[in-house]
């Protein structure tokens, strides 16, 4: 054993030698490897150990645990990360604890939470999809790196890319939908935007893809559920977004709570080393989730020595905040239940994650006081946000165009969010200064000037339980009315509105009722709100649904009853200012639902790319219930709302859907041609989306796939041809043998405005 590692040693050396002889420099990865060797070599192995231990800084926790005397341990070189500490002071004194107190001087990695924009906040991720934008998508992650990085942050746990298709979990609001194809491209978007080209640089920040795997697909929706899957549906639609965000170069990813082929994805070794190392060949280092390892006693499968040696050699390389790995992993070591190899790898990735970041040429890097001045909430990029959050807005019906609004008269502004600060930014929103906030009432204020009037009542709370308040409520402030019973406040707003011309009622869900652990059996407007949006209705004047929400909401009574539905999801700092932007038309709404809105939560889960079933009813034909078909007997099998759908102030016509030709040959290519028609009253952006289903298969093929997308402005009247290529990457699967293949045979295409009102055409693939 000792005598082949002094061989590969001199071997390593021979070559190093023989490069600096040739007068060639060492490739990056080599002098990264000369440089980690070197260091280890010096270290204990409880140094090693301590590599492996991401603390939680006490200022922000998402668990049941806090770290204590973190900086004994940093001292002792018992801490290699630390978990969301915020502040340029605060980390550059904890790392000059790290360089100047630990014996190796090991710099120490500061992670956080950045996931939609840092102290200038963007769109809630689900937002941000439905802008079908990936530019804007990767600029607001830039933003976000670029402030995140002059507050002393250099690893951020983001993007999220779990697919998720059932709107009861919460956490459908940190990820992009429901569609594999759309969430791939926004997950690549946003590793560039956090990592950009070179994360050297002080400006760019390691991104970690999270929650590795299928976190989405819990049972029921209940968050940290199991999820069971078959391998063809993981390769096919669930673990395409993980795949294209480490393609693109992703520095580190995260565990998810959640088991999978009934062991834990942190103690997954077929997850962890077989399919991400091996199979896709990434390089960075993965990370629990918080307490991930702890939580495998709860799972039953042994005490923290044993789920920690579980963990350790399944590929799981840090441990966030439960310190299993940095109290057993030495034991297991003596008592021969671990080998020093694996303490050693794990080790190694995370000094190279170090390395990458340029935290060893300098350990202060990210903590420039200036830049912290003068980089982080700019106007610049609250401008930035401000733009995009009107690009995410979903319009959900408009009749009679009751929208946009003129501006003049009386507006009614009624609800619990037409004047609330707090929770405006939306969940996951750990560094936003809710000051900075702009309230739907400011951001009207500042669009009208003194050309119309603004009534503000609040109407009702978000609910009316105390209990479920503190619940929602992470703010400490609680949002039950302090003085007025809810019948009081029903009462004033229904008198204010009554003075009105027209109704604006923002209501829908608090910030934290979506996010971690905010899983609902009922996902309708809370009770109380809907009867203020009745009693709204019921003075007879025009009512603008203005919906606050972080996941698909049963809508069903909504859009029979209520004549214009704008859904602005949480816009961030400046929602306010977008809002009005869009209500009075400066801007034309465009977004695109990522995630299909259902009739009832009974149809949960419901989403577009479905399989076509032995049995299925074409609700075209012979109504929406037919016996002995696959179909449910109190409500058809339609969506409320389908995926990829949302309106606009002006409309669009698709018209003369050409391919260029009926065949598609191994090496070829298929242009598909439709015209799109602005034949509205307003210039206004159109999301085509470009659909396909194989027609026959060695496997079942889902109904409609998404493969293509283009946003397009068009000035109104006007005309343009736009143009798809499809080749036979395209139509490639997983087949049953996990072997990635189009197969030959026929093929529909479609293109369309969503993915249930589209033009239609066929080719062959030979
Ligand atoms: C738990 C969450 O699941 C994860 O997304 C987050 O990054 C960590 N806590 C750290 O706060």
């Not at 830039?142 to 746990?157: L, P, V, Y």
């Not at 006693?297 to 390389?317: N, P, R, W, Y």
Request: aromatic fraction near 8%; glycine fraction near 8%; include cysteine.
């Amino acid at each position: 054993m000792k005598s082949t590692k002094i061989y590969l040693m001199s071997i390593l050396m021979l070559f190093v030698l023989s490069v600096i002889a040739q007068n060639k420099p060492l490739t990056s990865d080599l002098k990264m490897k000369v440089y980690i060797d070197g260091l280890m070599k010096k270290m204990t192995i409880d140094e090693k150990i301590g590599q492996l231990n991401l603390c939680g800084a006490g200022d922000i926790t998402t668990g049941q645990t806090a770290s204590s005397d973190i900086g004994k341990k940093i001292r002792e070189g018992k801490v290699g990360a630390i978990l969301n500490l915020k502040s340029v002071d605060k980390i550059r004194d904890v790392q000059k604890v790290a360089v100047e107190e630990s014996r190796m001087k090991i710099p120490v990695m500061f992670g956080m939470d950045v996931i939609h924009g840092y102290q200038t906040t963007f769109p809630i991720p689900l937002a941000l999809s439905c802008s079908w934008d990936m530019a804007l998508i990767e600029n607001s992650a830039r933003i976000a790196a670029t402030e995140a990085s002059a507050d002393g942050i250099c690893w951020t746990f983001s993007p999220m890319v779990d697919i998720a298709r059932d709107p009861r979990w919460g956490r459908i609001a940190e990820g992009s939908g429901e569609d594999a194809y759309l969430g791939s491209q926004v997950a690549k978007a946003m590793v560039k935007g956090y990592q950009g080209n070179d994360l050297t640089r002080n400006n760019t920040i390691m991104a970690c893809v999270k929650h590795f795997a299928l976190y989405g697909a819990a049972e029921a929706g209940r968050d940290y559920n199991t999820t069971d899957m078959s391998r063809l549906r993981m390769y096919n639609e669930y673990l395409p977004p993980y795949k294209a965000a480490f393609d693109a170069g992703a520095g580190s990813a995260m565990s998810s709570f959640n088991e999978l082929d009934g062991l834990p994805a942190t103690a997954n070794e077929w997850l962890m080393t077989e399919l991400l190392r091996k199979q896709w060949g990434f390089k960075g280092f993965v990370v629990t989730d918080f307490t991930a390892i702890n939580e495998m006693i709860e799972h039953g499968l042994g005490d923290l020595q044993a789920v920690s040696a579980l963990a350790l050699k399944a590929g799981t390389d840090m441990d966030m905040v439960g310190e299993g790995y940095l109290t057993t992993l030495k034991k297991s070591l003596k008592e021969g239940k671990i080998s020093e190899a694996y303490i050693n790898q794990a080790c190694r990735r995370i000094l190279e994650a170090k390395y990458k970041l340029g935290l060893f040429d300098d350990p202060y890097r990210y903590c420039d006081a200036n830049r912290a001045k003068t980089e982080i909430g700019t106007d610049e990029h609250m401008n930035e946000a401000r733009e995009d959050a009107t690009q995410t807005f979903v319009l959900l019906k408009n009749e009679n165009q009751l929208l946009p609004l003129p501006i003049n008269g009386k507006i009614a502004l009624i609800g619990p969010m037409a004047d609330n600060l707090y929770n405006m930014a939306g969940m996951w929103s750990v560094a936003v200064d809710h000051h900075q906030s702009v309230t739907v009432l400011q951001g009207l204020k500042n669009a009208i000037g003194n050309k119309a009037e603004i009534l503000c009542s609040k109407g009702a709370n978000f609910v009316d339980d105390p209990k479920l308040d503190l619940i929602i409520n992470n703010t400490e402030i609680p949002t039950i009315d302090p003085v007025r019973t809810p019948k009081e406040l029903l009462d004033e707003a229904v008198a204010i509105a009554s003075k009105s011309d027209v109704i604006v009622a923002t209501l829908g869900e608090a910030a934290e009722m979506s996010g971690e652990c905010t899983s609902r059996t009922n996902i309708q407007i809370p009770e109380n709100q809907r009867d203020l949006l009745k009693a709204l209705l019921s003075t007879g004047k025009p009512v603008v649904l203005l919906l606050f929400t972080g996941r698909p909401l049963d809508l069903s009574w909504e859009s029979k009853n209520v004549p214009a539905i704008l859904n602005v999801w949480f816009g961030g700092t400046q929602a306010g200012n977008a809002i009005a932007d869009v209500l009075f038309g400066k801007v034309n709404p465009s977004g695109k639902l990522t995630a299909t809105f259902p009739q009832n939560i009974g149809q949960v889960p419901i989403y577009y790319n479905h399989k076509n079933t032995g049995r299925p009813i074409d609700s075209g034909k012979g109504g929406w219930f037919t016996k002995f078909l696959s179909n449910y007997m109190d409500v058809s099998n339609e969506p409320l709302f389908p995926f990829g759908y949302g309106l606009s102030y002006t409309t669009f016509s698709y018209s003369d859907l050409k391919l260029d030709k009926q065949k598609l040959t191994s090496g070829g290519k298929i242009n598909v041609s439709v015209t799109l028609t602005n034949t509205g009253k307003y210039d206004g952006a159109e999301v085509a989306q470009l659909y396909i289903r194989d027609m026959v298969g060695s496997i079942t093929r889902p109904v409609k796939e998404l493969k293509g997308f283009q946003k397009v402005f068009l000035k109104a009247g006007e005309s343009r041809t736009l143009n798809f290529t499809i080749t036979p990457l395209d139509l490639a699967f997983y087949n049953s043998d996990l072997q990635f293949k189009a197969e030959p045979g026929d093929f529909k295409v479609f293109v369309g405005t969503n993915s249930s009102d589209t033009k239609e055409g066929n080719f062959t693939l030979e």
